[in-house]
């Protein structure tokens, strides 16, 4: 059967690569470009904020700030003089564009536009009402040189004999005359007859292949001399039809620069790309260098690494990996091996402060594909930089080692009628607040429903853990069956006891309460857990929660199907989301201790195809409706982000991005609350709360501070949470770092003793027993209501590092929350703020 599955798949990588069905993909020669040189050769656009000087011989440009004179280059001024750079990192210093192809064999090329477009004229602009759009062929291309490659002798002597002794001479050395009477021992006058049909009556003159291209020059310039031109190349080009011209991967695409109000938007239309089907493009690297800082410049380089990290320019750690975080994480429909370490950036932003002036730049369009890299001095050249990479083309690896030896990647056919854009803001100010800030304004902007707060207490989340799977003995055979850990009624009484003991702003998450629990079978119907209640139970518990006045979530996941049943309604050849190579998408989870794949059967799961899970949303939607809850939290949307490359209907990541936001709106739109993980930023205009937003850096170690840039942005418009509190592996940092960023609390609690958790799969939850932690949650929260509930809807105006350590956070109306992580006292302003503690000075408290 394995045997039969890889011929499969083999006819199936032959039907892949024969055609090419998308515009994208050509099979003919692509047309190249070409630049016409003019006098001027600087074009300039502008409007009310901004100037785009653009350099017509080299398509480098800056922008200067109107208002500051502010100037941004998109290269470094003297790149080409970089003693520390080699003379491939110089062409990348001086290019706007690089580009990653790829073959059948998972070859990897990457091509810079400098080198491999700009210095060969193979390009062209135009000039728009409102901007630039820049177009480059892209590819190892030979000059085309107006001589003759191969004529006969009676077509040469028409030229030759118009030249002078010295040029014929030359003429004579360059060419070798072929006489089919005097070949050499090492000819072959069958295959020179069939190449040269004209051999067989006269003389041919053909160009020696060894001449350099200098040479070529001086031999053009002779025949120009003598009335040679394109017409006549073409002619004389055409007589053997095996005479060919280079045939290197040649790659079209381009760039377009628009000025609109004080902001430069930078786009690649996928509709103008073109490649052949045997070389794909893979990635894209759009303005590498804009903004990059050399030695003697003062700033940091802004990364969406966890809530904000900065890099400082020249920091001495070239020797450290360079940062690389991948925008919404890892897509679920390319497969891994292994995982280690899952990076994400949740909101798709970097920035560059340089000076006294700093940019953010916002990827809008295309950013599920991107990565954000960072690096300092030091390592290839002198200079600071950040940018976005965007994978294009997806593959896959095919395994067909049944038949071959060979590596053999298979490619998606064509690209979807998308384009990428980013849009850079320039900011009269070096501080990363001020950068956050206007993150702010473009949200609020961007997203209308999208205001300020009017709840002003302490916001609370409590996650309420219903069930777990375990398996046990029935009838003498193992089965997987629900294990309680907080029944209905139970999860009523806990919120009550809460609320007794003065929690207000809670908002309940239940967990675990249908279908098996926690990990939930498919959730096409909801069935309640007899374990946890009848559904009798589970409306008392409804009415008791409301009664507190808080608001219930009932928890569901969508995009991964786990349990899969005969009767579920899911159906994996049909329902499952595809790879590049039409295999489907099953997923393992990795092993802490190897982290490779745990391949067991039992533990199998899917990704969903993104139709099937819109249909799942709708099928809860409706269930829960029916029970009398509106309010849903989603376990992944928010979170994950895959894609479906079925070659039948193709679903990419940034169309999936925008069903989920859709289907966002439109639950929002009918009444129900979303709650959200993580808050990757597309699901931020219809999220009520955010759990588990990371709010310190992941701990790339070429980062040198944590900001709390994302809190800056969203605090006043969305209440947002750390890591449960309850849970964290440092309770003290954990809690510091939530009171710093203005987060809300969050608790994961059970009622059951975390005992019954021993030989499970559950061990994250072993401190949320609630008897244990209800003492010590309500001081906890009777503390920070006294101390800063009047800072929830208002907005972040200021962050700054008082100290080693030492943090203040100011909000608008004055409140300063100093916080101290370290292990001594810290005096401010004639207040002690306790070690490992924090103190609150002004506004209301």
Not at 506 to 534: A, D, T
Not at 543 to 552: N, P, Q, W
Not at 573 to 590: C, F, G, I, Q, T
Request: with cysteine.
């Amino acid at each position: 059967m394995q045997y039969l599955k890889k011929i499969v798949l083999l006819i199936l990588f032959c039907v892949l690569f024969t055609g090419c069905s998308k515009d994208n993909k050509v099979e003919e020669e692509i047309p190249v470009y070409g630049y016409e040189p003019t006098e001027d050769t600087e074009v300039l656009v502008e409007n009310n904020d901004l100037e785009l000087h653009f350099n017509t011989e080299t398509t480098q440009f800056f922008v200067v700030k109107k208002s500051s004179g502010d100037t941004w280059y998109s290269n470094p001024l003297d790149a080409a003089e970089d003693s520390k750079a080699d003379n491939a990192s110089k062409e990348l210093l001086q290019s706007t564009l690089s580009i990653k192809y790829s073959t059948a064999a998972g070859v990897t090329t990457t091509l810079n536009n400098f080198g491999y477009s700009i210095t060969k004229g193979i390009y062209n602009y135009e000039v728009l009402d409102s901007g630039i759009k820049v177009n480059y062929s892209i590819g190892n291309i030979e000059r085309t040189y107006y001589i003759p490659i191969a004529v006969p002798e009676s077509r040469m002597m028409e030229f030759y004999e118009k030249m002078e002794k010295s040029d014929q001479r030359k003429v004579d050395e360059y060419y070798r005359r072929y006489d089919i009477n005097k070949l050499r021992a090492t000819d072959d006058k069958d295959a020179l007859l069939a190449k040269y049909p004209d051999l067989a009556n006269e003389r041919v003159y053909i160009l020696r292949d060894s001449i350099a291209a200098y040479l070529k020059v001086n031999i053009e310039n002779i025949f120009q001399n003598v009335g040679y031109t394109s017409v006549d190349y073409e002619t004389d080009l055409a007589r053997y039809s095996t005479v060919t011209t280079n045939n290197n991967p040649v790659f079209n695409l381009s760039v377009l620069y628009e000025l609109k109000e004080d902001n430069l938007i930078v786009s690649v239309p996928y509709e103008n790309i073109q490649f052949r089907d045997e070389y794909p493009i893979t990635e894209i690297k759009v303005l590498p260098y804009f903004g990059a800082a050399g030695t003697t410049d003062n700033g940091y380089l802004m990364v969406p690494d966890g809530s904000g990290g900065l890099i400082h320019f020249n920091n001495g750690k070239s020797d450290q990996s360079a940062y690389y975080n991948t925008v919404y994480g890892w897509d679920y429909a390319q497969s891994r091996d292994a995982l280690v370490d899952e990076n994400r950036a949740v909101f798709p932003v970097f920035g560059i402060a340089k000076n006294n002036a700093s940019m953010i730049c916002i990827l809008e369009d295309g950013a599920p594909y991107a990565t954000i890299e960072a690096d300092v001095s030091g390592r290839l050249h002198s200079y600071n930089y950040a940018c976005a990479a965007y994978t294009v083309v997806h593959g896959e690896l095919m395994d067909i080692s049944s038949k071959s030896d060979k590596t053999v990647i298979v490619y998606e056919d064509g690209l979807p009628k998308e384009t990428i854009k980013q849009r850079y803001h320039f900011i009269d100010s070096n501080r990363y607040v001020d950068m956050a800030k206007e993150y702010r304004e473009y949200l609020l902007d961007q997203y209308p429903d999208m205001v300020k707060e009017e709840e002003k207490e302490l916001p609370v989340a409590v996650e309420i853990i219903g069930a777990t799977d375990r398996v046990k003995q029935k009838f003498g055979f193992p089965m997987t069956v629900a294990e309680a850990l907080t029944t209905y009624k139970e999860a009523a009484n806990m919120v009550h006891q809460l609320s007794d003991a003065g929690f207000t702003n809670m908002s309940i998450n239940y967990n675990g309460w249908f279908n098996q629990g926690v990990i939930h079978k498919v959730p096409s119907s909801v069935n309640l857990i007899r374990e946890l209640g009848s559904e009798k139970d589970f409306k008392k518990m409804i009415e008791g929660i409301e009664a507190t006045g808080s608001d219930l979530y009932l928890q569901g996941s969508f995009e991964f199907i786990y349990k899969n049943e005969l009767i579920d309604g899911f159906y994996a050849n049909r329902d499952a989301a595809k790879l590049v190579s039409r295999e489907l998408v099953e997923l393992y989870p990795y092993s802490s201790v190897w982290y490779g794949l745990r391949e067991d059967h039992d533990l199998k799961y899917y990704l969903a195809k993104p139709s099937y899970t819109m249909k799942l949303i709708d099928s809860f939607s409706n269930s829960i409706h029916k029970l009398g809850v509106e309010n849903i939290s989603f376990g992944d949307i928010g979170k994950y982000l895959g894609a479906d490359y079925n070659p039948k209907h193709t679903v990419s990541r940034q169309e999936v991005m925008n069903m989920q936001m859709e289907k966002l709106q439109k639950l929002s739109d009918l009444g129900s609350k979303i709650m959200t993980y993580t808050g990757n930023s597309y699901v931020l205009p219809y999220t009520d709360f955010i759990l588990d937003m990371k709010l310190d850096s992941k701990g790339f170690n070429i980062i040198d501070e944590e900001v709390p840039f994302l809190p800056i942005a969203l605090h006043g418009l969305i209440p947002y949470t750390g890591k449960a509190i309850n849970l964290a592996e440092d309770y003290t940092k954990n809690l510091l770092k939530s009171i710093e960023t203005g987060a809300g609390l969050y608790f994961v609690f059970m009622d059951e003793p975390t005992a019954t958790l021993q030989e499970s799969g559950y061990t994250e939850y072993f401190g949320s027993d609630f008897d244990l932690w209800f003492n010590n949650c309500t001081e906890l929260y009777q503390d920070l209501k006294l101390k800063l509930n009047h800072i929830y809807n208002q907005l972040i105006i200021d962050h700054q590092k008082a100290d080693e350590n030492v943090f203040i956070t100011t909000y608008e109306d004055g409140t300063k929350v100093i916080v101290n992580y370290s292990s001594m006292d810290y005096e401010y302003n004639g207040n002690t703020v306790p070690a490992e503690n924090f103190f609150v000075e002004g506004g209301s408290y």
